[in-house]
Structure formats: structure tokens, C-alpha cells
């Protein structure tokens, strides 16, 4: 033996540290669908889980409410607080939960596959190969026999969403569809504008057979319902000053704040997300909700403590629609805005008022709720009817709905 001169190794030999893949990396199908969703994927299915269960978790008890719905009226006021309060730390948490969605569908991916392509073309130690090969022993089974499994059971809990908990999936879906920007010559938003805007012409003209006129508009809105009519409105009012439109005058658009109009118009919102989803998840289009979206940069606190009132903002100038809160009635050109909701709704809930759970400042379950008001027109009017959650503010379980929109119509 030649100790002096070893004999060289072979131009083609690999590093000392460098150790064959294993077979599944070898064999064509494994290897492809390795590569196609990475060896990261468990992680992204552990972090996609997680992220499911802080959301279940938030709306659970908002979700026994939509199944088994109360009666308003009859629940004792510490239920109606911590309902509210659940949902409100749930809701807190979003900021946590879009971030580790990002960091699953982002990151972890493009790590492992940067990995595995850098891998597949140099020499790595021996820890990394078998740190690869370890994750793609777990990755596999995902996607072959048991990953068959997880798709089937996937799809019978989608069934059970489509079966039991269809109002959560229409509302996601209704909304989707009413943010859509195409088709460009017929956006669902400008076929609802034409639709509504139509209505709103034939009502101004109408007269019947004692030449009698409609003396007011109160639009019912309720969830995605408040967003159109708001939408509608703020158009109709911005868009009257440089296309006005002649079959609309008796609505007053673009008339001063507190002008008496021929045909007035008010809004009742029920379960509006303007300011809890949209203003949240939508800045750029509803930046004017809300200057500081909630649940982003702070969390909403404690609940707040009676007396219940819409508090003036800070004042920007001597101009009194610097004065007004957000979101404002002018933009909209109506006379009275009113906003009802219940603590565990968990598409919608204030828009003025802030964090507030309670029926009323006495915390008796028989007592009406209380009203804030503004006490400058256009008028805008909250109140919290208490214990529930995103549907049922039309039926029997909350006859303060009623109630209130009757003292709409009576009112002048």
C-alpha cells in the first residue's frame, strides 16, 4: 500500500457526508408529489388545524345561539356580557390567525422546496438528508391512502357546513360575490345599484289614485344588506353633484345636513359588518367606517360601562361635519340611521357606540334596551337588543326589532 501517495478518489465521488435519498425520492409519481406540495406540508396542515381551531373555538358559543336561538328579552344581562366578551377575544385573536395562515400558505413552503431544490443539486450534510427524508416519510402518507381519508372527511364536514350552518357560508359567499370586479360591463355591485336606484325613482313618482306621495323611505337592512344600501347611497349622494339626476330631487341629494327633504330617507341596520368585518378585512374601500379598523392594532378591551352614548369625535376644524362620528349620515343622505345588533354577532355589531354588551344600564332582562343617539341631524341611533347571535332579528326572539322600527315610521 502506497501510504506516501494515496491513490485519489474518483472525480465523481460524493462528499463523505452526503448519503443517498431515500427510494420514494427515486420513484417518479412519489417524487413529483413530494415536490409539488414540498415536505413542509405536515407543518402547513398543523398550522392550517391550529388556525381552525382558534376559529371554531371563537365562534362556538355564537354558533349554539344561531342553532338554538333565545329570547332576547328574558336573558339575564351577565349571559348577554360574556357572549359578547367570547366573541370579542375571539375576534381579537385575528390578527394571530391571519398571520399563521400566512406563515402555512407562504413561507413554509417556499422553505422546503428551496430546500429540496438546493438538495437535489449539492452536496448537504447527512443531517439535512435525513431531515428531508424524515419529513417526506410524514408528507407521503398525506397525500397517498390516508390523504384519501382526510379529502373524504373533508367533504363530509363541508356537507355538514352546507347542512347546519349554511348562514355563515352565504354571508362569506354573498359577500365575495358583491366585491367581484368583473365582468367590467356587469360588476354585481353596478346590477344591485341599477335595481335599487330604479326603485328609488318609481317610489319618488309614485302617486295613487287620491294623488297621495310616499312621505318617507326606511330601508331594512340587515348584514350584507347595510353594506349595499350604504354603498348605494354614499354613490347617489357624491355622484349628485356632478351627474345629478333629475328623477331622484325629491330625496334632496346633496342638500345641506339638516335641510327638511321632500321624501327623507332612513336606514335600519341590523347586523351590519361595516365596521367589524369590512373596515377590518377592507380598509381601502371602507376606510371611511372607522380611522383605525378594530381588533388590528389594539384589542377592544373590556366592555364598556353604562351610560351608553355616541361620542362626538375630536374636533379637526370649526366645520361641524368634522364633528360628526364615524360612520357619518350625511355621506349618506339620510335623516336617521339606526343600528341594532346582539352581543355574540359575529359578522356585525356597533358601529358607533364601541364595546358595548348589555341590554340596558340597569342589567334588567324585562327593560327595553337603552338608545344612544346623536343630538345633531342627521341622527344616528344604536342599541344592543341582547343575547344572540347573526340571524333570527326577524322573528319572535326579538320583538325589540319591531318595536323600534315602528317608532321609525310613526316619528317624523
Given at each position: 500500500?502506497?501510504?506516501?501517495?494515496?491513490?485519489?478518489?474518483?472525480?465523481?465521488?460524493?462528499?463523505?457526508?452526503?448519503?443517498?435519498?431515500?427510494?420514494?425520492?427515486?420513484?417518479?409519481?412519489?417524487?413529483?408529489?413530494?415536490?409539488?406540495?414540498?415536505p413542509g406540508l405536515p407543518i402547513t396542515m398543523a398550522i392550517f388545524g391550529f388556525s381552525l381551531l382558534l376559529l371554531t373555538w371563537a365562534v362556538l358559543p355564537s354558533v349554539v345561539f344561531e342553532v338554538e336561538p333565545e329570547w332576547t328579552k328574558n336573558a339575564a344581562s351577565n349571559r348577554i356580557r360574556s357572549l359578547g366578551v367570547w366573541l370579542s377575544r375571539g375576534l381579537d385573536n385575528t390578527a394571530v390567525l391571519t398571520r399563521l395562515l400566512w406563515i402555512a400558505i407562504v413561507p413554509v413552503p417556499?422553505?422546503?422546496?428551496g430546500w429540496d431544490w438546493h438538495a437535489l443539486h449539492h452536496n448537504i450534510p447527512l443531517w439535512e438528508t435525513r431531515a428531508l427524508d424524515y419529513a417526506g416519510k410524514f408528507t407521503l402518507p398525506l397525500i397517498q391512502t390516508p390523504g384519501l381519508v382526510l379529502a373524504v372527511s373533508g367533504a363530509a364536514v363541508f356537507?355538514?357546513?352546507?347542512?347546519?350552518?349554511?348562514?355563515?357560508?352565504?354571508?362569506?359567499?354573498?359577500?365575495?360575490?358583491?366585491?367581484?370586479?368583473?365582468?367590467v360591463e356587469g360588476t354585481p355591485r353596478a346590477l344591485i345599484a341599477e335595481r335599487c336606484t330604479s326603485l328609488l325613482r318609481y317610489i319618488a313618482a309614485y302617486r295613487d289614485d287620491?294623488?297621495?306621495?310616499?312621505?318617507?323611505?326606511?330601508?331594512?337592512?340587515?348584514?350584507?344588506?347595510?353594506?349595499?344600501?350604504?354603498?348605494?347611497?354614499?354613490?347617489?349622494?357624491?355622484?349628485?353633484?356632478?351627474?345629478p339626476d333629475p328623477d331622484l330631487t325629491p330625496y334632496g341629494f346633496r342638500e345641506e345636513p339638516g335641510v327638511p327633504r321632500k321624501?327623507?330617507?332612513?336606514?335600519?341596520?341590523?347586523?351590519?359588518?361595516?365596521?367589524?368585518?369590512?373596515?377590518?378585512?377592507?380598509?381601502?374601500?371602507?376606510?371611511?367606517?372607522?380611522?383605525?379598523?378594530?381588533?388590528?392594532?389594539?384589542?377592544?378591551?373590556?366592555?364598556?360601562?353604562?351610560?351608553?352614548?355616541?361620542?362626538?369625535?375630536?374636533?379637526?376644524?370649526?366645520?361641524?361635519?368634522?364633528?360628526?362620528?364615524?360612520?357619518?349620515?350625511?355621506?349618506?343622505?339620510?335623516?336617521?340611521?339606526?343600528?341594532?345588533?346582539?352581543?355574540?354577532?359575529?359578522?356585525?355589531?356597533?358601529?358607533?357606540?364601541?364595546?358595548?354588551?348589555?341590554?340596558?344600564?340597569?342589567?334588567?332582562?324585562?327593560?327595553?334596551?337603552?338608545?344612544?343617539?346623536?343630538?345633531?341631524?342627521?341622527?344616528?341611533?344604536?342599541?344592543?337588543?341582547g343575547l344572540g347571535a347573526h340571524t333570527h332579528y326577524w322573528d319572535r326572539s326579538a320583538p325589540e326589532i319591531a318595536k323600534r322600527l315602528d317608532e321609525l315610521i310613526t316619528n317624523p
Open positions: 500500500i502506497n501510504r506516501v501517495n494515496p491513490p485519489a478518489k474518483p472525480a465523481d465521488a460524493k462528499c463523505e457526508t452526503q448519503t443517498p435519498r431515500s427510494d420514494f425520492w427515486s420513484n417518479y409519481l412519489d417524487g413529483l408529489l413530494l415536490v409539488s406540495v414540498t417556499l422553505f422546503f422546496f356537507g355538514f357546513i352546507l347542512k347546519y350552518l349554511t348562514t355563515v357560508l352565504d354571508t362569506i359567499l354573498d359577500v365575495d360575490n358583491y366585491l367581484r370586479t368583473s365582468p287620491h294623488d297621495r306621495s310616499y312621505t318617507k323611505v326606511i330601508v331594512v337592512a340587515h348584514s350584507l344588506g347595510s353594506m349595499v344600501t350604504t354603498d348605494l347611497l354614499r354613490y347617489l349622494e357624491r355622484s349628485a353633484k356632478d351627474s321624501l327623507p330617507i332612513c336606514v335600519f341596520s341590523m347586523g351590519s359588518p361595516l365596521r367589524q368585518l369590512l373596515n377590518r378585512f377592507f380598509p381601502h374601500l371602507y376606510w371611511w367606517v372607522s380611522d383605525i379598523p378594530d381588533n388590528s392594532l389594539a384589542d377592544l378591551g373590556p366592555p364598556l360601562a353604562p351610560p351608553i352614548e355616541i361620542k362626538e369625535p375630536l374636533p379637526k376644524s370649526n366645520k361641524p361635519e368634522d364633528q360628526r362620528p364615524l360612520p357619518r349620515g350625511d355621506e349618506m343622505n339620510v335623516t336617521h340611521w339606526c343600528n341594532a345588533y346582539r352581543s355574540g354577532d359575529y359578522v356585525g355589531r356597533s358601529l358607533w357606540v364601541g364595546h358595548w354588551l348589555d341590554r340596558n344600564s340597569t342589567g334588567a332582562a324585562t327593560k327595553d334596551p337603552d338608545i344612544a343617539h346623536t343630538v345633531v341631524p342627521p341622527f344616528c341611533s344604536e342599541m344592543c337588543i
